[in-house]
């Protein structure tokens, strides 16, 4: 059985999630990419425990996530779970169901109340779990009336298989329409979960970010790092077992050399302030005060530790901001 360092909650700041009464630490640990069947099992143990060493309590899965099968992700992490048992009220762990999962008409791309009850039920039984802390609609689906779907996760509180209720990649628009049917039925919304980081900020033109804090909802974003490329990854680059190496993500072609040179001139400004760029990327997301924690991916446990240490710094100077800003709008 795994042995938490009793000084864990010292190393981690925790964030209320818009208004509601969860707490949510900083920096939470996606289980998006190398968390499946594909990697080293021991691997995947010693990022999760070393997270929750850290302070890290939050951790955020989906039934979709993990090579080379859907779910896998999930069944690795029960299996982690089975060493953390006594820790599980210490733990919010979350899962969405939204994407293709599995064949046939009740497991592709929808919002359906068909879809979303039965693949929570299949999530439980993968993590070993008798409920999740949050449950998601991934994606919205326009093709499913807002109102089933609003419903399918409010039956999932109501049958005690999620605490709390979230939506993801919906925008300003999209999540006002859902929030109505929430209020209606007063399901415990706390959170949405969009993509936000330096070099994609569609949050803030779209105003979801100013939605959360006046409505009260938080925000867990996802990708702060532009799936990497905001670390010192590719600053000289690009290493055969990184993410852009390997062929594992839709946006390695934007890292030309004007994107290269753009990481170099941030990482200036990082190492100026006493920061890794990976570290001064997170803590500019944090600076939005919509945001309640950050999704970090891993592939390693030492980015895991150089990245929760990026609440020692979070404050910036104006002439830092200006610097930034300018250096993004390039
Ligand atoms: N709701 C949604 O639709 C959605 C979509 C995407 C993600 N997510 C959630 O967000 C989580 C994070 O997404 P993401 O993995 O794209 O996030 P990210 O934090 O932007 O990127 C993570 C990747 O960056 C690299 N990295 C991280 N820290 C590093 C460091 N200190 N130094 C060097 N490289 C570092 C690693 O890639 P290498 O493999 O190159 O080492 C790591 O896998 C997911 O696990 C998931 O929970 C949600």
Not at 10 to 36: E, H, T
Not at 58 to 82: I, M, Q, R, T
Not at 223 to 240: H, I, M, N
Request: proline residues 4%.
């Amino acid at each position: 059985m795994f042995i938490a360092d009793d000084k864990r909650y010292d190393k981690m700041i925790y964030n209320r999630c818009g208004k509601s009464g969860l707490k949510l630490p900083a920096v939470s640990l996606g289980l998006w990419q190398n968390f499946g069947h594909k990697g080293s099992f021991a691997n995947i143990e010693n990022m999760i425990y070393t997270a929750f060493d850290l302070g890290i309590t939050h951790f955020d899965a989906a039934n979709n996530y993990g090579h080379p099968y859907n779910g896998s992700a999930e069944e690795n992490f029960g299996k982690v779970l089975d060493g953390m048992k006594y820790y599980r009220d210490e733990l919010c762990i979350s899962t969405k169901a939204g994407y293709d999962m599995w064949p046939g008409p009740y497991g592709d791309k929808n919002g359906s109340r068909k879809y979303l009850t039965a693949s929570l039920d299949q999530s439980l039984k993968r993590m070993k779990l008798d409920y999740v802390d949050i449950f998601y609609h991934h994606v919205p689906d326009p093709n499913t009336p807002i109102e089933e779907t609003a419903l399918a996760l409010d039956n999932a509180v109501k049958q005690g298989k999620a605490l709390y209720v979230g939506i993801s990649n919906y925008n300003k628009q999209q999540t006002e329409a859902i929030m109505k049917i929430f209020d209606e039925l007063h399901t415990p919304f706390v959170v949405n979960q969009p993509s936000y980081a330096m070099l994609n900020r569609w949050i803030e033109s779209d105003g979801l970010d100013k939605l959360a804090e006046e409505k009260g909802f938080g925000l867990a974003v996802f990708s702060p790092l532009y799936q990497g490329f905001l670390t010192d990854r590719y600053l000289k680059g690009v290493p055969a077992d990184s993410r852009v190496g390997k062929g594992e993500t839709w946006i390695g072609s934007q890292l030309d050399d004007k994107m290269v040179a753009k990481l170099n001139k941030l990482n200036e400004i990082a190492v100026n302030r006493g920061q890794k760029l990976s570290q001064m990327a997170l803590s500019w997301v944090l600076n939005n005060k919509a945001v309640t924690t950050v999704l970090i991916g891993a592939s390693r446990p030492e980015q895991i530790v150089e990245n929760a240490a990026c609440i020692e710094k979070l404050n910036f100077a104006d002439d830092e901001i200006a610097a930034i800003e300018k250096i993004l709008a390039e």
